[in-house]
């Protein structure tokens, strides 16, 4: 059935011929100034095919995108940005945004994309910690971004409908600009990453990092310029920015570029798309709609999942209904993509398939190689492995080892063919649609609020975002009600961060050791509904 589809689809292609990369064909040996601006960008300067196609209807070739990217890095480098320095971007989702990647490329500037949903308080730390030259932020949020840099960094903004001071300073810029050198091992984009320790790390990621991976992605997965990519993420990760926009830039494909997830609005591109990159909640609520149907997939060509573990009744589901074996892989921020299932062979429910090309895993008990089948954490190495924690030597060294191989947290097995399976994660961490929410920050700003003795927050099953967020609380005399607490933390951390109820409780469940048990706490409250 799929062969049929593909057949067909091949017999479709465009015209013109495929377009190739020279990045594609030679990796990080192609001669270039720029590592990354020269693969994604550079090559498509005369090129007049759709790179983006927006909510409106508007459409933007590449040389016009090629064109922009020169403007704002024009407008980076007289707003003082110097090669190496971070801009940090917290705006909506819009062709400035995506264009303001490839400006910084371009100027040699570091870029740092950050949630929209991060409160002042959130990116108070961002800022004090990276120390950007230069923040362009939503027009509606100037004044508290203002506040927050404490004038440490000019600001410029990017509002929903495209206004702003970057734009309205872009629109006055020539549309070339001369490329800053940068090589593989410089910096490209810093990427905060919550940590067990309830600190922010900003995971280094260089030239050759990013690269890399969009090489070994693009060739596996057969992304070319043939293709068509709905992108309904967000563009301040690892998934959206890296994974989805370096690939299709790299095969110049186009890409159905939306400002937010609205199946309605995926449901009226798929029938004119062949690729769909998402978290499991895409494919859960897709699946919710019976307008997803085998003839509505006729020209898909692939559908890949991430981020958070795809349950293999969701896998099921799609096949059941679409006729498609989703494709699922397995990545991190500070490691881009370390596993994938493979494009011609066997799409296994439960199993993130095989390492990358380039990329090595092992899966290890102590740094020490455990037998095919024996769990043990999954550690990686490779060109994709970032370049350690913005100002963090311990915590670089704690979980990059001398070797090259990081420790990811996650537990795994490993086929005696190589195939690789998520069983568990050793680290405190809840992945709520495909947010990774770490129970210890929250659990410090719960600690700090006047009257709290204590608190333990954990996960549990939701159909709709894999895991929701619980808290239990102890409290003075029990003297705060749950709406008290929410209250409190709703200026210190983003919306989807915050518990969806609070238990409050006289102690907390402790093993003999002392050791707060939240196995305990999850299985008394898995079966309850959360909204
Ligand atoms: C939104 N909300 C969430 C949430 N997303 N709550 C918990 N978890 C989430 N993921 C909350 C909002 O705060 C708001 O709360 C309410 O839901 C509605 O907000 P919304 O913006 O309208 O939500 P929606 O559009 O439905 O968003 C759901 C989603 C989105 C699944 C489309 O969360 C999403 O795009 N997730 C993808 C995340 C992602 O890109 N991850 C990749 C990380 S990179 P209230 O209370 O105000 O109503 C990585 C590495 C790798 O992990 O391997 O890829
Ligand atoms: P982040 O820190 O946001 O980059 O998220 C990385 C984490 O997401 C990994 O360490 C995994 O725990 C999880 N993750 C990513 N992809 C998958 C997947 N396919 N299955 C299960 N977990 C995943």
């Known amino acids: ?104 490329l371009q100027a040699g500037a570091v870029y740092l994309p950050l949630n929209t949903a991060y409160t002042k308080s959130e990116l108070t730390y961002f800022i004090e910690d990276a120390t950007p030259a230069l923040i362009v ?49 410089d910096l490209a984009a810093l990427l905060y990453t919550s940590g067990t320790t309830g600190r922010s790390k900003g995971a280094m990621l260089s030239h050759r990092n990013l690269l890399s991976n969009a090489v070994s992605l693009t060739k596996l997965w057969q992304i070319t310029a043939d293709d068509r990519l709905v992108h309904a993420l967000p563009i301040f990760h690892t998934h959206g920015l890296f994974v989805a926009m370096n690939t299709s830039l790299l095969a110049g494909a186009e890409v159905r570029f939306m400002a937010d997830f609205d199946v309605d609005k995926i449901i009226a591109e798929i029938p004119v798309s062949t690729l769909l990159m998402g978290v499991p909640t895409f494919y859960t609520r897709l699946l919710g709609d019976q307008r997803l149907t085998e003839s509505l997939v006729e020209k898909m060509r692939l559908f890949v999942s991430g981020s958070a573990p795809l349950l293999a009744e969701t896998h099921k589901a799609f096949e059941d209904r679409t006729g498609h074996r989703i494709l699922e892989r397995y ?68 979980e990059l080892r001398d070797n090259g191989f990081f420790i990811t947290g996650d537990l795994g097995i490993k086929s005696d063919d190589g195939r690789i399976s998520i069983v568990g994660r050793q680290k405190d961490l809840i992945i709520s649609g495909g947010y990774n929410i770490y129970p210890k920050e929250i659990e410090d700003v719960i600690n700090d609020i006047d009257g709290v003795v204590e608190s333990a927050v954990f996960g549990v099953p939701n159909a709709d975002f894999g895991e929701s967020v619980l808290a ?47 196995n305990v706490l999850r299985d008394a409250h898995r079966d309850e509904e959360i909204a």
């Not at 949020?141 to 440490?152: F, P």
């Not at 020539?174 to 940068?182: C, E």
């Not at 709406?483 to 961060?497: D, G, M, N, S, V």
């Open 1 to 104: 059935m799929l062969d049929e589809r593909h057949r067909r689809l091949a017999m479709n292609k465009k015209s013109n011929p495929t377009y190739a990369a020279p990045a594609l064909e030679k990796g990080l040996d192609i001669i270039v100034t720029n590592t990354l601006y020269d693969a994604l960008i550079a090559p498509h300067a005369q090129s007049h095919a759709v790179f983006l196609t927006l909510d409106d209807g508007s459409r933007i070739t590449y040389a016009a995108f090629v064109a922009r990217v020169a403007q704002l890095a024009h407008v980076l480098r007289d707003a003082g940005v110097k090669p190496g320095d971070r801009v940090v971007v917290q705006t909506p989702k819009l062709l400035d945004t995506i264009a303001l990647y490839g400006a910084a």
């Open 331 to 398: 990545g991190m921020t500070e490691t881009n993509m370390i596993t994938s299932n493979p494009y011609d062979g066997e799409r296994l429910a439960g199993s993130v398939g095989y390492a990358l090309p380039g990329t090595e895993v092992e899966i290890t008990d102590g740094g020490t190689p455990v037998a095919p089948g024996e769990v043990g954490m999954i550690e990686v190495r490779g060109d994709n492995v970032f370049r350690g924690y913005w100002n963090m030597p311990e915590k670089t060294a704690e």
């Open 137 to 185: 932020c939503d027009a509606k949020d100037e004044t508290e971004v203002l506040d927050a840099s404490k004038t440490k960094a000019l600001v410029l903004t990017l509002a929903a409908d495209g206004s702003g001071s970057l734009s309205s300073e872009g629109d006055k810029k020539p549309t070339s600009f001369k490329t800053v050198p940068r090589g593989p091992d």
């Open 472 to 518: 239990a609380v102890v409290c003075e005399n029990q003297c705060l009600s749950g709406q008290e607490i929410a209250t409190q933390i709703e200026p210190k951390l983003a919306r989807f961060k915050h518990p969806r109820r609070y238990i409050l409780t006289d102690a907390l469940p402790r093993n003999t050791m002392g050791k707060v048990q939240k």
